[in-house]
């Protein structure tokens, strides 16, 4: 039943669901906040249910606030509450109301309809999920008199995740017979045990052998859902992104078959840019879901209670950001790279040599990595060329990969080491100049980051410039800088505007 807004004292439950897109719920599933005590209604015990890919609708999320069968208190209890989405600052995102009902022990009202799984998983992925984490809040009141005094208890729930990114590379592609397999192991990066095979061969089509298609088959039965990025390396040392996408495995079927973005023929067709030296370089990027590995209650706050229903995130000031790192490792580092001791590489730009050790820059980039792991021609040479960077991009990229850090941040500089970043697969570093970007966009820039997420393919980023442009449209609609996008990317322009329609 619908409430008018109470302004009396509440109850209010602010539950952290980290790494939300890789939750294990299936259509019909739930995941379930930790249990919560309101002492001030009977001492009764609650929980939240989230149901991620829907309760019975699966283009939407369900969500629940449900009375624990084993609840001290009346058998039936009268409340009001709100269930709700916020944002990072405590904003709310999507909330129904306060509504009234009476909950008997075990049982849970709410919402099988809540929000669209589209918006909170990728048209407005970095409103709802910033850093692939949710926020879900809960406020209780009593359904008659009033709390005596606010309470407010944050707890989060942790779904671990397993990510392995390697690099495959199949020699002498243009001689590969049909139908004949190559496999690729992979281990656990925790146990070295065996965790997923990769069987590459080519299959049907027109010509024989043009289809590439992968088969894949889980060995460690714990795992049930998985979520792939193949991209291949081109000749320039750049990833080409092919193919994304999740897979399920349950207790009977532990295989799964996809194929490749590219077929055989439209790789050979350009031979020179895709398989350098006959070869077919493929970066993996696997994030294997364990499920629940974590949760608890956070805190617990008695009588003043902030307004704002945030829960606590490191913040990053505009022009320092800072990682997590050990001191010890970063000084030992930043030492090696101010001495140039024992470098065995130069990255070369067209007006400077940056020297480097191979062994760092692999350890930091799967790009770099590949390069020097691998037959690529700078396995064997002491020189990169890198013809499409600045100096001063190249000189930042290198501070971080030695010492996790950034410093004297502009716009500038964000933006060339966020093309930087993505270049060699540096994620954390572009993840970071991403967040730099949507925390400092304005009227007059964000048609230039639309169109660098866009190159990049980058949704999360994109999403997020989208949304701010929505919400300036006036001032952004009617800017030169509109006009010049509609010039060079109209079919861009467009998408964005189509989405206040969604």
Request: hydrophobic fraction near 35%; include cysteine; glycine fraction near 4%.
């Amino acid at each position: 039943m619908a409430c008018k807004e109470s302004e009396g004292k509440c109850f209010t439950f602010l539950w952290k669901v980290e790494n939300m897109s890789f939750c294990l719920q299936k259509n019909g599933e739930r995941i379930e906040s930790p249990a919560f005590v309101v002492d001030a209604i009977e001492k009764t015990k609650w929980k939240l249910w989230l149901y991620p890919r829907g309760a019975r609708d699966g283009n939407y999320i369900g969500y629940f606030l449900n009375r624990e069968a084993d609840s001290k208190g009346a058998d039936k209890i009268e409340i009001k509450y709100e269930l709700a989405f916020i944002a990072k600052d405590g904003s709310i995102l999507v909330s129904k109301g306060i509504v009234k009902d009476t909950f008997p022990k075990g049982e849970e009202f709410g919402y099988n309809v809540f929000q669209k799984r589209e918006d909170v998983y990728i048209s407005k992925r970095s409103t709802f999920l910033p850093q692939n984490t949710l926020r879900a809040r809960c406020k209780i009141w009593k359904g008659v008199g009033e709390m005596t005094e606010d309470v407010r208890c944050t707890a989060y729930t942790r779904i671990g995740v397993e990510k392995r990114n390697f690099l495959w590379n199949v020699k002498n592609f243009s001689t590969l017979e049909s139908e004949k397999k190559f496999t690729y192991q992979m281990k656990s990066t925790e146990n070295d045990m065996p965790l997923m095979s990769v069987d590459l061969s080519l299959t049907g089509g027109l010509n024989s052998g043009e289809i590439i298609r992968f088969d894949t088959s889980l060995q460690d039965k714990t795992i049930k859902f998985s979520t792939l990025r193949l991209s291949l390396i081109d000749a320039s040392g750049n990833k080409v992104e092919c193919n994304e996408d999740g897979f399920w495995f349950d207790s009977l079927l532990k295989y799964k078959q996809f194929t490749f973005f590219f077929t055989k023929k439209k790789l050979l067709a350009k031979k020179s840019m895709y398989l350098p030296d006959d070869v077919l370089s493929l970066i993996w990027e696997w994030t294997f879901s364990k499920g629940v590995v974590l949760e608890e209650i956070e805190e617990v706050q008695y009588g003043s209670v902030n307004t704002e229903d945030n829960i606590p995130d490191d913040k990053n000031v505009n022009n320092e950001m800072k990682v997590p790192f050990s001191h010890t490792l970063n000084d030992n580092l930043k030492s090696l790279y101010d001495k140039q001791f024992l470098c065995d590489v130069k990255l070369k730009t067209n007006t400077g040599i940056f020297p480097a050790h191979k062994i760092i820059l692999s350890a930091s980039s799967s790009v770099f990595n590949a390069m020097f792991s691998s037959d690529m021609k700078e396995k064997d040479s002491d020189f990169v060329n890198i013809d499409d960077l600045s100096d001063d991009a190249v000189r930042r990229m290198l501070l971080y990969i030695y010492t996790a850090r950034m410093e004297d941040v502009t716009w500038e500089s964000a933006s060339n080491l966020y093309v930087a970043a993505d270049k060699y697969a540096i994620l954390s570093l572009k993840d970071i100049c991403s967040s730099y970007l949507k925390d400092n966009l304005s009227p007059g820039n964000a048609c230039e980051v639309l169109l660098l997420a866009d190159f990049h393919a980058d949704d999360d980023l994109k999403s997020g410039v989208q949304n701010y442009i929505l919400k300036h449209d006036t001032d952004i609609i009617n800017s030169d800088e509109w006009k010049v996008l509609m010039e060079t990317n109209g079919k861009l322009a467009a998408e964005t505007l189509c989405l206040r329609y969604k």
